[in-house]
Structure formats: C-alpha cells, structure tokens
C-alpha cells in the first residue's frame, strides 16, 4: 500500500464519522426509488443446498460494478460499507457467518468482459476489507424494499474509477448455510462470476450472467487529492509538535 493511500484512509478514519459527508450510490442507477427487475439467492449458501450427498453451495462469489456507477465522483473515493435488499413480495430473512471475507479491488474485468478463474480478476489494490463472523437480519413489505443487508468493512477502500471497474467479492470460509431472494437487475452495468461447490477456495467459476447482478447500494466519501493530503500531514505534525513542546516546557515548569 503506497503513503498516499495509507494517508487517505488515515484522513477519512480521522474525519469520522464518515457517513456525515458520504455519498450513497447505487447499482444501477436509480434503484433507489426502483426496484430490479429479477431475483437471486446468489451468494448466500443455503441457495443450492444439498440435498443428495453433492455439494452445490455458493462459498465464493465476485461481482463486477462498471465504473460508469460511479460518475459523480471525479476522483478517489472511500467506500465504507456495501448493502443489498430484499426481492419485492419476499419473507423476512436472517442469517449468520462465522468466517466470512470480503474483498475490493480495482479490475479491468467488467460486465461484458472477464475471466472465470477468479483470482484472475483481482487488481493490484486486492483489499480484504472484512474477515470474520457475521450476522445479518432483512426485512420486507416496501416496494422498493430497505437496503438492510448491510456489510460495514473493517477498514474503508479507496477506489477511483478513473483507475478501472470495481470488484467485489465474497467468500464463505465458515460454509454456513442461508437463504433469501435478494433483488437484482438484467442488462445492468454489472457481472457475476461464482463457483457452485468448492468452497470459498475454489479457483475457477462455475457460473456466470453478464449484465447482471445484485441490486447494490454503497457508502463512499471522496477523498482529497494528494495536495490537500500532504497539507493536512503538515498540519498534524505542526499540531503534534506544539503539544509535545508545551508539554514539555510543562514538565521542565514542574521540575524547577
């Protein structure tokens, strides 16, 4: 990780609470006020459970969001969480994870052109931006419905679409099994590539749909631009400075 990105999440982790300043963008555009026009129980596990002895479970699953989705910003942006929603018409739904991780890159994948081997869509920026356990509750009754699927991440990623597309994945390390119907879109600016059994380490897909994906919603907040940043260090080390040199002359006054 370069100085200027470490100083950009360091910049944002100081300006919390971020969602005072933070933009929600959706995929695609205008979801939301309305609502996909598809299903899918895609990623969560208990989609395919087995029945028959054969492992069908999704534990690995990465989206692809073309950076068109994110036009309203004109550089670098700090994505804080990722939420999804309920298909319209369906049940409430609650699951938990006990070793769940998700990760962000910058991709040159996109909706009409990636790979099926998964780790060939990474980026160089490949984040884990949450691991462990998780646990979610989803209600239903709007039309469209709330985005209460939400991922909070351990740590923001800073993505710029003038760099490339943005990859989401997903992987299910602990194998728990839920189920619900999220809502999702066709003919959209995004892909979907996943392997059906497996495991979270699966290497290759077994699956794909472009133009297609889960209705999302993110949280971003831009980032100052490299100059603002390098002001702003300057600004804390001047801050830090005066306080050890009053502390000091403090300590020197008790002394005497």
């Known amino acids: 990780m370069n100085l200027m990105r470490k100083l950009a999440i360091v910049l944002v982790a100081l300006l ?21 026009d598809r299903d899918n129980c895609i990623p969560l596990s208990g989609c395919f459970a087995p029945d028959d002895g054969i492992d069908r479970s999704i534990d690995r699953y990465q989206q692809v969001y073309d950076a068109s989705l994110f036009s309203g910003f004109s550089g670098p942006m700090a994505i804080s969480d990722i939420a999804f929603r309920l298909n319209f018409g369906s049940a409430d ?8 991780r998700v990760n962000l890159s910058t991709t040159s994948a996109s909706s009409t052109s990636y790979s ?9 920026d490949v984040t884990t931006v949450f691991d462990g356990a998780f646990s979610w ?27 490339g597309n943005l990859l989401f994945e ?26 059906k059994g497996g495991g979270a380490s699966a290497t290759n897909a077994s699956g794909s749909t472009s133009r297609y994906g889960l209705v999302t919603r993110f ?9 603002t940043l390098a ?5 804390l080390f001047g ?4 306080r050890r040199r009053q502390t000091t002359k403090y300590r020197l006054s008790q002394v005497a």
């Open 116 to 124: 099926l081997v998964f780790a060939d869509n990474y980026g160089a």
């Open 231 to 235: 002001l702003f260090g300057i600004g």
């Open 93 to 100: 739904a609650s699951g938990a994870y006990s070793d769940l």
């Open 239 to 242: 801050v830090a400075f005066m």
């Open 16 to 36: 919390s609470p971020m969602a005072a300043n933070a933009d929600l963008i959706y995929a695609p555009g205008g979801a939301d006020t309305t609502e996909g």
């Open 170 to 195: 997903w992987q299910n390390f602990g194998s728990d099994d839920t189920a619900a119907q999220f809502d999702a879109a066709r003919f959209a600016p995004m892909s979907r590539i996943y392997a």
């Open 219 to 227: 949280t971003a907040t831009a980032v100052p631009e490299p100059g």
């Open 137 to 163: 509750t989803a209600t239903s009754g709007g039309n469209p419905n709330a985005f209460d699927f939400l991922l909070t991440f351990d740590n923001p990623f800073v993505y710029d679409p003038l760099a």
